[in-house]
């Protein structure tokens, strides 16, 4: 089994700095370029399933790999940006920032945002459900920011430094996982001993 995690091409509000989360915002001219560009690295590869969060600019990104694969992308709810709360569409502020949001200890319940803790078990339980589903398979999910480093985490661990901006992914930018049995036990274990 192999897991393709790809997040979505760019969009307006990620070039001016902005808090996404469930805003529901379209690729820009660049983000469909990149979508083009990344579907194009799944022409050699055999795609058993494309699952995608439900906003657009991830459905759209699917949309590119979907006409390379000819695989129907599927809608998973739980690939789903996190919930930015009163952030969204909103820069950084002094009292709810990026850097606090990302503190995974202090978990902060800030702004309406949905906390990091409940992201990363959301993220998890997926992880769990596709993987027991689709063993054997490989599967591409097209997802977002945050999710994609929840995804890392569940399978690498935290970083040495907690710094969790050093494992985001780019826009369109695509990081391949190989679950096995040995490696998923190791990490529902370190995993859970985390939380």
Do not use: W
Not at 44 to 60: C, G, M, Q, W
């Amino acid at each position: 089994m192999k897991i393709y995690v790809v997040r979505h091409g760019q969009t307006d509000y990620n070039i001016n700095g902005l808090f996404q989360g469930r805003k529901d915002i379209p690729l820009n001219s660049v983000g469909i370029k990149q979508a083009e560009e990344t579907a194009q690295k799944f022409k050699n590869i055999p795609v058993d399933i494309i699952l995608v969060s439900p906003l657009t600019r991830a459905k759209e990104t699917a949309k590119y790999i979907s006409n390379v694969t000819g695989i129907k992308p599927v809608i998973e709810q739980d690939l789903i940006e996190r919930n930015f709360g009163d952030m969204e569409g909103k820069p950084n502020r002094e009292d709810c920032n990026i850097k606090m949001l990302l503190d995974y200890e202090k978990n902060y319940n800030i702004c309406n945002v949905e906390p990091i803790q409940s992201l990363f078990k959301r993220v998890s339980d997926c992880l769990d459900k596709i993987i027991d589903k689709y063993m054997g398979k490989n599967v591409v999910l097209v997802t977002h920011g945050g999710v994609a480093q929840a995804i890392d985490i569940y399978f690498h661990g935290f970083p040495e430094n907690k710094d969790l901006q050093s494992i985001a992914l780019k826009n369109c930018e695509v990081r391949e996982y190989v679950p096995n049995e040995r490696l998923i036990d190791k990490i529902k274990n370190q995993y859970t001993n985390e939380r």
